[in-house]
């Protein structure tokens, strides 16, 4: 079975970026199976990357290779990684992007080569090192063991008497608001409020409330979720990535 390597990356679609990667990517390895996970990722914004990063790697099989590239710090002397879990080999900066892998994460340090263009890791360090790791290369020949990674976990929500306070952890494209408070937790009939608005209870889908209303529901990974059925509930807000959850 061919390699399944991953990309996700704040580049855009507008410029060569994505395709320069690829294009290192199927040099090492002409059979991979290459997956956008996005490009989309607002520039810069470590967080949102780490939130996406973190729903879907552990959907693929075991084997997968996923680059994780949002790099505000390229080219300084923040290090690049490349790691092992659960079967699965990852290269990022070491800027928290790895911060959720499991406990029993294993990191090492990439070189970074001297011809490396300064501005573009993706495709000049992390690109090599993914191709070497999907073509069977042990992670402890691409750098040295490293333990000290920096580590920053996304918020968690906490209990304000009998309720829970979250926070939006994202926003996506539809202007759905996806909170960090597992809707598990929410005990049935507690009515669900976003900066002191009410949304009312947790529903089961969009169709459960009329167009243009506000629904929360169990997202599809499991957190509260706030959306407008056919609409935007952040531009129906005015609110995002922070806004105070209470449920």
């Known amino acids: 079975m061919s390699a399944i390597i991953t990309l996700l990356t704040d580049f855009g679609v507008a410029d060569a970026y994505v395709a320069e990667v690829k294009g290192v990517l199927l040099s090492h390895v002409p059979d991979a199976t290459l997956v956008d ?19 879907a790697w552990h959907r693929f099989p075991p084997g997968t290779v996923h680059l994780v590239v949002v790099d505000p710090g390229v080219g300084t002397g923040r290090r690049a990684l490349a790691a092992e879990a659960a079967g699965h080999a990852f290269v990022a900066p070491d800027n928290g992007l790895l911060t959720g892998l499991p406990e029993d994460a294993r990191f090492v340090s990439l070189p970074v080569p001297p011809a490396a263009a300064p501005t573009f890791h993706a495709r000049d360090v992390f690109g090599p090192a993914a191709a070497r790791l999907a073509l069977g290369t042990p992670i402890d020949e691409l750098g040295d063991a490293v333990d000290d990674i920096l580590r920053a976990p996304l918020p968690e929500p906490r209990e304000d008497g009998v309720a829970l306070l979250g926070e939006v952890l994202y926003v996506d494209r539809f202007g759905t608001l996806v909170s960090n408070i597992p809707a598990e937790l929410v005990e049935p009939g ?27 529901y169990e997202g599809s990974s499991g957190e509260v979720e706030i959306a407008v059925r056919g609409g935007s509930a952040a531009r129906l807000l005015g609110v995002g990535v922070g806004a105070q959850v209470r449920a």
């Open 37 to 55: 996970v996005t490009h989309q990722v607002p520039p810069g914004d470590v967080r949102a990357a780490q939130f996406l990063f973190s729903r």
């Open 190 to 216: 507690v009515r669900i409020s976003v900066d002191g608005t009410d949304v009312g209870a947790l529903r089961r889908t969009f169709g459960d409330v009329d167009p243009g209303l506000l629904v929360a």
